[in-house]
């Protein structure tokens, strides 16, 4: 059964700290794996990998994915309390179905 | 503006009472699906639809219907709606492959479904 496991599920940081959120795999026929970041509306799409070790950054948050043992990481640096959100991780499988399996989200509060 | 919109946004029924949910996608996607959120479960698809009269079973169909007659609406149908069927759903869609390779979904707004 494909899964996605995140951590840790639920995180609370004070502005200006630096949080890793963890994303880990097992699925079949792996295609690409996807960060959105969920506020108190619909998922926002945030990065697409499908290559290990190129990170790929967007102001202040980055994620990079290892093929070779199934995970990636989001980075958020120096957050702000606009961060707050659920992060979810999915990852598309490149079967001839191609859903995307979602992992159950992070929670990040981010206080003043 | 590109975008996928769900209709209604927020509705309150009863159980056994038929209903729909509207979804529609202007980006000339073949994808779409749908999914329900709750609690500690995080998103689970329902159904998906590869293209224009090709739908499919996704993680927790029951309960559910979906018809896609035409490449930008996909609608979801609860025959019979029960309490279980409370939740938060959206509506998604993307390009089955696009040039990049990349496969990224858009969301619609979600619609709030409770079930009494």
């Known amino acids: 059964e494909d899964k996605v496991v995140q951590s840790p599920l639920s995180l609370v940081v004070h502005e200006g700290d630096t949080v890793t959120l963890n994303c880990s795999y097992e699925v079949t026929n792996f295609r690409s794996l996807l960060w959105y970041k969920q506020e108190k509306k619909a998922p926002t799409f945030l990065f697409m990998l499908t290559s290990s070790g190129i990170e790929k950054k967007s102001g202040r948050l980055s994620s990079i994915l290892d093929k070779k043992e199934l995970f990636s990481i989001l980075n958020i640096t120096a957050t702000q309390t606009g961060d707050s959100a659920v992060y979810l991780c999915a990852v598309a499988l490149n079967s001839g179905n191609t859903p995307l399996v979602f992992g159950k989200g992070t929670r990040l509060s981010v206080i003043a | 503006e590109a975008q996928v919109t769900q209709n209604p946004r927020y509705l309150i029924t009863v159980t056994g009472k038929k209903l729909t949910v509207t979804c529609s996608q202007n980006?000339?996607?073949?994808?779409m699906s749908w999914y329900r959120q709750d609690p500690g479960l995080g998103l689970r698809q329902i159904y998906y639809s590869m293209n224009v009269e090709v739908t499919d079973k996704g993680d927790v169909p029951e309960g559910y219907k979906v018809s896609r007659k035409e490449k930008r609406n996909f609608p979801l149908i609860l025959e019979s709606p029960s309490p279980n069927q409370t939740s938060l759903y959206f509506c998604a869609s993307s390009l089955l492959v696009n040039p990049l390779g990349s496969y990224e979904q858009y969301f619609g707004p979600g619609t709030r479904l409770t079930v009494t």
């Open positions: 980006m000339n996607h073949e994808y």
